[in-house]
């Protein structure tokens, strides 16, 4: 930090971090944590050319991020939470693909594909080894009324079904409007399950509670975001997630934003004037009211 600044002490977690063997991996972990950072929440991230059509091998791929994250934890003493699931973008692929095969048998493929791969990551979250779901959601790019309306029905279902568990779900829905807010709220309030369990990943940085209504937004904390996020925050009654994607994909070094992001972000929103309770919150408060202690 430069002279005259202050520094950030307390607790820094990276809400949506995703780390790959082929990647940086412990590197990537390295430099988020000599940065400053202290805990991760590991996403999962399928192979999107080759992604997974049965539960075993849902269960397989599932595996592997946690024993990467246990190497983290190993490696660099970082504190990391996992959240698994089957990514909207990898259930849409896969449905189109196959029902342009066969249309009704395809689409039941794809729906049984969905219900396993959810059906796996529930147990590790039972197990003590995961502690979310996600990131499920719904496309985020044009596509039919058909995939738009099959990823919106099994995204109900797995609200119910995370009310039940009474268990977190990070989202990965479309972009910029305010009625996703809106309409993620109703349909978790149709399902019973507390808005605030729904963490919508890659926020938009205007996280004011008439936005939100209730759900909790993880800002995608470009330096761009910051002013919006200052001002909004006041506003914003039970809290905001900071977060990076991070992609450790070698073939887009530093996409979408690079480890040391949310560490320098925060220390940035410190000097800016942000309230300090509102950091806590970010990274301390908010992630163990979701989520649990982490591992």
């Known amino acids: 930090m430069k002279d005259n600044q202050l520094t950030w002490n307390g607790p820094i977690i990276d809400n949506h971090f995703h780390l790959n063997r082929k990647g940086r991996f412990l590197e990537a972990a390295k430099d988020f944590k000599n ?14 050319s080759n992604p997974p059509t049965t539960k075993d091998g ?9 024993n990467m994250a246990e190497l983290v934890r190993k490696e660099h003493d970082l504190q990391v939470r996992v959240v698994l699931g089957p990514h909207p973008a990898a259930f849409a692929h896969q449905f189109i693909e196959w029902i ?3 249309p009704k048998s395809g689409a039941e493929r794809a729906i049984q594909n969905y219900r396993d791969s959810i059906d796996g990551a529930l147990e590790f979250v039972r197990e003590g080894h995961a502690h979310a779901i996600g990131e499920v959601g719904r496309p985020h790019w044009p596509v039919s009324y058909e995939v738009w309306e099959l990823s919106n029905q099994l995204l109900e279902e797995t609200m119910k079904l995370a009310a039940q568990e009474n268990i977190v779900l990070q989202l990965h829905v479309e972009g910029e409007l305010e009625s996703t807010y809106s309409d993620l709220s109703k349909m978790a309030a149709k399902c019973g399950l507390p808005a605030e ?27 761009g975001a910051l002013d919006e996020l200052l001002v909004t925050a006041k506003n914003c009654s039970h809290g905001f997630l900071l977060e990076t994607d991070y992609m450790d994909d070698p073939r887009r070094p530093g996409a979408v934003l690079g480890p040391k992001t949310v560490p320098k972000r925060t220390n940035q929103l410190l000097n800016m004037g942000i309230d300090e309770e509102l950091l806590w919150r970010a990274h301390q408060d908010l992630p163990e009211k979701l989520y649990g202690p982490a591992n």
Do not use: A, M, W
């Open 58 to 66: 849902h269960i397989k791929t599932y595996q592997d991020t946690i």
């Open 197 to 223: 369990k729904l963490v919508r990943h890659y926020s938009p940085p205007n996280i004011d509670s008439k936005i939100t209504l209730g759900v909790t937004p993880s800002v995608l904390i470009g330096k």
């Open 35 to 48: 940065t400053g950072g202290t805990g991760l929440v590991l996403v999962h991230c399928p192979d999107f």
């Open 100 to 102: 342009d095969e066969d």
